[in-house]
């Protein structure tokens, strides 16, 4: 039976734990926005052996790439991105300490493997709603890449933020489970 769970970053382990497929989850506190090419870029400096543009340890990435902001928005269109291009990425970034992401669409068995080890949780957010979604963003503040443009690296501050588990720790997947649910028997 699916829970309804209200979470604040950043995430221990004791709050990963609690969370299955289909549970409903509100986060609130601090969420990071990167796409495939701040991706990259982190991974590279991971590779130099350098320092990230902001503590990971316990934070969630949000995979966005909001429209600008209008005149008395804190920002534009805030709807989620296909998380299978953060696939190569997302299992180094678990070993240092992340604890969610939040995208849409299916994930890797690597990153899915991953999230076992690293006590790690992936969260959906509805597409299509991006400009509801950008209710729930309170503030926005430029951490790295501006050259990136909409895909640069930004600390939100989220209240509430509406998302559903997609992957747990436990090795359930919620759109397998979907397709198992209403399968036709022949």
């Known amino acids: 039976m699916s829970k309804t769970i209200y979470l604040t970053t950043p995430l221990k382990d004791s709050d990963i ?26 991974i590279d400096l991971l590779d130099r052996g350098e320092e990230l543009p902001f503590d990971i340890k316990g934070q969630i990435i949000y ?7 209008k005149p008395g928005q804190v920002i534009g269109s805030a ?35 991953a999230l076992q080890r690293h006590k790690c949780v992936y969260l959906g957010a509805i597409g299509g709603v991006g400009a509801l979604l950008s209710k729930y963003i ?17 600390r939100m501050v989220v209240e509430n933020f509406p998302t559903f588990v997609i992957n747990d720790i436990y090795g359930n997947d919620l759109y397998e489970q979907g397709r198992e649910r209403y399968k036709i028997e022949k």
């Open 138 to 154: 309170k503030s926005v503040e430029l951490v790295a890449y501006e050259d990136l443009g909409t895909e640069a690296i930004v």
């Open 17 to 42: 734990e609690k969370l299955k497929t289909g549970d409903q989850v509100f986060i609130s506190g601090v969420v990071f926005s990167a796409r495939d090419a701040a991706h990259k870029r982190l």
């Open 79 to 113: 709807g989620p991105t296909t998380a299978y291009r953060m696939d190569p990425y997302a299992p180094r970034l678990m070993e240092i300490g992340m604890k969610g992401m939040i995208g849409k669409g299916a994930r890797s068995k690597e990153v899915r493997d």
């Open 63 to 69: 995979y966005v790439g909001p429209s600008p902001a």
